[in-house]
């Protein structure tokens, strides 16, 4: 597939030597806006915490001491593995790959619906599913909890239509969260399957269909390996913010269990203020998302040099 | 889309040339959420001229962390509790205001003047102050609740709706206060119970929440609610049937502070909104609103007659005497804080 790209892109004799003066701003901004963040976190993950917040220019590996070893209330117990922190990690991510599958579930066939309606009418269909999104992420979540608190709406509906007896306690579970984070980030899965979608020529499934291969051979067999890279782009653009979700936790969580980024956003703004430690937390989360999308891009990589 | 597009682009022209016409005076205030009414903030820009821009956090310990993470220089008051100032002042955070400097001094009540966390109150003048219990609703739950085992170890119908304040001080003082242990100690044997407490009363906990402290109530999500006085007595003028418990283990005494931050960008307006904040018909103001109590003399004929009965302001004669949060050192607050992490874990 990246072969494919590749070609495509340097067809064009006129734009295909990019000059290095030109880069300039490109570099500017990954170096200022994404290098130098990161390298001060992780610079500021191994120097001391100061007490009530900051830090102290002194070498440490205390907040990575932190991150693996139990050392009791008071420091002073021998070290036992914190399980605490895996939990809260391993917790946050079952969360973010189980809102990335329900976005996927809702998303491909709400993106193939767009894509396969006339042209006139795609536009108004896209136009609805971002305009939920013009309001504030706070202002939404916010009015999610209102929907599925205890005598909200949703409680009153079904107890009206005789559903359920009493209301069912949807406010401050994982399920709330759940939702939460299903539906601020239903439209970054939306959009890129619908961009690889809309440029799939529907010629090739009348073909398939012409020799024979049934709706769903057609779906996994020639529609799924074209819009593929819409799905994994769709799929990492809603599984990296999902993990680094505080407001919906907050919100609809009620602030009980930390998941990673209520854990990191207390370090920096809540009672805790220990810099170094969300600095740390921020700096293993980040590794842990760079393996993943290495590991991706090498088995891409060998898979397309093995088609070609 | 381009008209859109001119309009919003000339808007913001406009905007930015308005703004160099005027270069006006301006204040930059950092205050608590739902603390004080448009309407005198309006007051006062309209009597002095200066425009007022206001950012809120949610308890003191979230606003520390914010003006050491860089904001301060650029507010000239913030809103602070009792122990916050006296930690502010350690940390080297408030500007002294020069004797002479407020020409309202000289209203505020005599109790409030010479204040353990500010001593001759060089720093900070009162802004309101109150109490921090809970509130319970009284649908739900009709039995004795003046004790703080309805927070820290409820009773079957209360478990699992209870919302605490996401505010690490009065959480640690009433569970203190609840064990009979003295704040700060740091005695392992009553850090460990405290620590086991906590632990215990978790699961009881349906969620940790400041800001919605009052709507949990009015809407039924929550049976019980850590709650201030007069934040619990809005709650209650919002329909909630809930009552406002003075636990015979004791309670939390507060006092919110106006301070002068260092390096304010605007100290002269700060100076001024201290002097307009000190006139009793304008504090008055603030308590109406509020429902708290203010330090300042002679605020009484401007208050609202309902607050002298209040439930939430008038403890009953046998409730016990409410305790202001001690600032703990370090080695104690350290523990602390890994008790609140493990808490909220």
Redesign the interface.
């Known amino acids: 597939m990246a072969g494919e790209l590749a070609s495509t892109r340097a067809v064009s004799r006129t734009f295909a030597p990019v000059r290095t003066p030109l880069l300039i701003p490109t570099w500017v901004i990954i170096g200022f806006f994404l290098v130098a963040p990161v390298l001060m976190m992780l610079a500021y993950s191994f120097l001391t915490k100061e ?4 830090v102290i220019w002194e070498f440490s590996l205390a907040a990575y001491d932190q991150f693996i070893f139990d050392r009791g ?3 002073d117990e021998p070290p036992q593995i914190e399980w ?2 895996i ?2 990690f391993v917790r946050s991510i079952i969360q973010a790959a189980v809102a990335t599958l329900l976005c996927l579930i809702i998303g491909f066939p709400t993106a193939y619906f767009i894509a396969t309606r006339s042209p006139a009418t795609r536009s108004m269909w896209l136009f609805l599913v971002t305009v939920p999104y013009w309001v504030n992420l706070l202002i939404r979540t916010v009015s999610m909890k209102f929907l599925i ?3 909200g709406p949703l409680n009153e509906a079904l107890m009206g239509l005789g559903v359920i007896g009493e209301p069912i306690a949807l ?2 579970t994982d399920f709330a969260v759940q939702l939460g984070l299903f539906y601020s980030y239903l439209p970054f899965m939306v959009l890129p399957i619908y961009a690889s979608v809309e440029r799939y020529d529907f010629a090739l499934s009348e073909a398939a269909a012409d020799l024979y291969a049934n709706r769903w051979t057609i779906l996994y067999k020639v529609i799924l390996p074209i819009v593929w890279p819409g799905i994994v782009a769709g799929c990492i653009l809603v599984f990296v913010p999902s993990l680094g979700a505080f407001l919906a936790p907050d919100l609809l969580g ?5 998941l990673i980024g209520s ?1 990191i956003e ?1 370090q ?7 810099w170094p430690f969300g600095a740390a937390a921020s700096m293993i989360l980040l590794s842990l998302v760079l393996i993943a999308l290495f590991i991706y891009a090498r088995r891409q990589a060998r898979r397309s040099a093995q088609a070609a | 889309m381009r008209t859109l597009l001119k309009a919003g682009i000339a808007a913001l022209a406009l905007t930015f040339v308005a703004g160099a016409a005027q270069a006006q005076e301006k204040l930059s205030i950092y205050h608590w959420f739902e603390y004080i009414p448009q309407e005198l903030l309006d007051k006062f820009a309209a009597e002095t001229g200066i425009e007022v821009t206001m950012d809120t956090f949610d ?1 003191n ?2 606003m ?3 003006l ?2 860089g904001k301060l220089g650029s507010y000239d008051v913030a809103v602070p509790g009792d122990y916050m100032v006296e ?1 502010m002042i350690g ?1 080297g955070m408030l500007d002294t205001i020069a004797e002479g400097e407020l020409a309202n001094r000289g209203n505020i009540e005599p109790q409030w003047v010479d204040v353990p966390f500010d001593p001759g109150r060089m720093h900070s003048i009162p802004y309101q102050w109150g109490s921090t219990s809970f509130s319970v609703n009284r649908d739900v739950y009709q039995g004795d609740i003046n004790d703080t085992s309805i927070v820290y170890d409820p009773p079957d119908e209360l478990k699992g709706k209870i ?1 605490v304040l ?3 001080g009065e959480v640690m003082l009433l569970a203190a206060l609840h064990l009979g242990i003295p704040q700060c100690s740091n005695d ?1 044997e009553q ?2 119970q405290l ?1 086991a407490l906590l632990q215990a009363a ?1 699961p009881h ?5 400041s800001d919605g402290a009052k709507d949990v109530l009015v ?3 929550a049976a019980v609610g850590m709650i201030w006085n007069g934040f619990g007595a809005k709650a209650r003028a919002e329909g909630a049937n809930i009552e406002y418990a003075y636990p015979r283990q004791g309670y939390v005494v507060w006092m919110d502070n106006v301070v002068l931050l260092k390096d304010a960008p605007n100290r002269a307006s700060a100076i001024k909104f201290m002097d307009f904040l000190l006139e009793p018909e304008n504090i008055a103001a603030v308590t109406n609103f509020a429902r708290y109590a203010a330090g300042v003399e002679g605020v009484t004929p401007h208050l609202d007659p309902e607050l002298a009965s209040q439930p939430e302001s008038v403890p009953p004669a046998d409730a016990p005497a409410g305790t202001f949060v001690a600032v703990c050192d ?1 080695a104690t ?3 602390y ?6 808490l ?2």
Not at chain 2, 337 to 342: N, Q, Y
């Open positions: 007490f009530r917040g900051g209330l008071f420091g605490t922190y939990v809260i608190r205890d005598n406010i401050n009620g602030a009980k269990n930390f854990l207390e920096f703004k809540g009672n805790a203020g220990n | 308890s310990e979230a520390l962390a914010s050491k993470a930690i940390e919302n996401d505010s690490q392992r850090l460990k620590d978790k906990w349906a969620s940790f929440n809407s039924g999500d370090q607050q350290e523990v804080d890994t008790m609140w992490t493990r909220k874990k």
